[in-house]
């Protein structure tokens, strides 16, 4: 049985993660102002591990509020092949340090598609933040966009160590996560994206070829008056 978190537990958890952020910022600014009076304690034996803690507190804090607002979408026409180019051309410094090679494949006039610009850039940021965290010693992230019949499909996938089959199946559940530091939200935000723009993901992981994200969205009806609006 899917184990999605409800409307009405999803309305608790932006309750509590409002609630959490007011402390969890003046706390920090403490631990920031005691650091700069006594810079000594920079070299008690737990100080970095309370940091490290504090930061990942703020990156679940972080990805709370966006798992909260995945759902709430302002619509517009725009291209989606344009948008996930700009964001590849903004990431590219990143691939370089890391030793990721990128690939396209954009179906030429593909069509546009009735989408909120920045929930679905943090689509794209997701998965290739996934991709590359799958491969540390570097790979290959392979992107497809085309349309088949009303949907426009997209793919994510890399080269790296792949999802173990018994993972596949809850890896799209809130706090479900392999990684030692990761929030478990990342792809649950996909996924609550995706689906409130009347689309579907799923993943698979043949043994040896690493993992593929498959995305489809419905594409907007042919003779729409609005143009794309692309990057914005």
Same mark, same amino acid.
């Given at each position: 049985?899917?184990?999605?978190?409800?409307?009405?537990?999803?309305?608790?958890?932006?309750?509590?993660?409002?609630?959490? $952020?007011? /402390?969890?910022? *003046?706390?920090?600014?403490?631990?920031? #102002?005691?650091? +700069?009076?006594? !810079?000594?304690?920079?070299?008690?034996?737990?100080?970095?591990?309370?940091?490290?803690?504090?930061?990942?507190?703020?990156?679940?804090?972080?990805?709370?509020?966006?798992?909260?607002?995945?759902?709430?979408?302002? $619509?517009? /026409?725009?291209? *989606?092949?344009?948008?996930?180019?700009? #964001?590849?051309? +903004?990431?590219? !410094?990143?691939?370089?340090?890391?030793?990721?090679?990128?690939?396209?494949?954009?179906?030429?006039?593909?069509?546009?598609?009735?989408?909120?610009?920045?929930?679905?850039?943090?689509?794209?940021?997701?998965?290739?933040?996934?991709?590359?965290?799958?491969?540390?010693?570097?790979?290959?992230?392979?992107?497809?966009?085309?349309?088949?019949?009303?949907?426009?499909?997209?793919?994510?996938?890399?080269?790296?160590?792949?999802?173990?089959?018994?993972?596949?199946?809850?890896?799209?559940?809130?706090?479900?996560?392999?990684?030692?530091?990761?929030?478990?939200?990342?792809?649950?935000?996909?996924?609550?994206?995706?689906?409130?723009?009347?689309?579907?993901?799923?993943?698979?992981?043949?043994?040896?070829?690493?993992?593929?994200?498959?995305?489809?969205?419905?594409?907007?009806?042919?003779?729409?008056?609005?143009?794309?609006?692309?990057?914005?």
């Amino acid at each position: 049985m899917d184990k999605q978190i409800t409307r009405r537990d999803s309305l608790s958890l932006s309750q509590i993660s409002h609630e959490l $952020r007011t /402390p969890v910022t *003046l706390i920090n600014s403490y631990l920031q #102002l005691f650091c +700069s009076s006594h !810079p000594e304690v920079k070299t008690f034996p737990y100080w970095k591990d309370i940091m490290e803690n504090m930061e990942l507190l703020k990156e679940l804090l972080g990805a709370l509020s966006q798992y909260n607002r995945s759902e709430q979408l302002q $619509r517009q /026409p725009l291209a *989606l092949d344009q948008l996930a180019s700009s #964001l590849l051309l +903004s990431m590219e !410094p990143v691939f370089r340090e890391r030793r990721i090679q990128v690939h396209t494949c954009f179906q030429e006039s593909l069509p546009p598609m009735a989408g909120d610009a920045l929930k679905l850039r943090q689509i794209f940021f997701n998965l290739l933040n996934n991709a590359m965290d799958a491969m540390p010693q570097g790979g290959t992230v392979t992107l497809k966009l085309f349309c088949q019949g009303a949907r426009i499909h997209l793919t994510v996938a890399d080269t790296g160590e792949g999802i173990p089959p018994e993972k596949l199946d809850s890896i799209f559940q809130p706090f479900v996560t392999s990684k030692k530091s990761g929030t478990g939200l990342g792809l649950p935000i996909v996924r609550r994206i995706t689906e409130a723009h009347g689309g579907h993901v799923s993943a698979a992981s043949p043994p040896g070829e690493g993992a593929c994200f498959h995305l489809t969205f419905p594409a907007l009806s042919a003779g729409t008056e609005e143009s794309p609006a692309g990057t914005r």
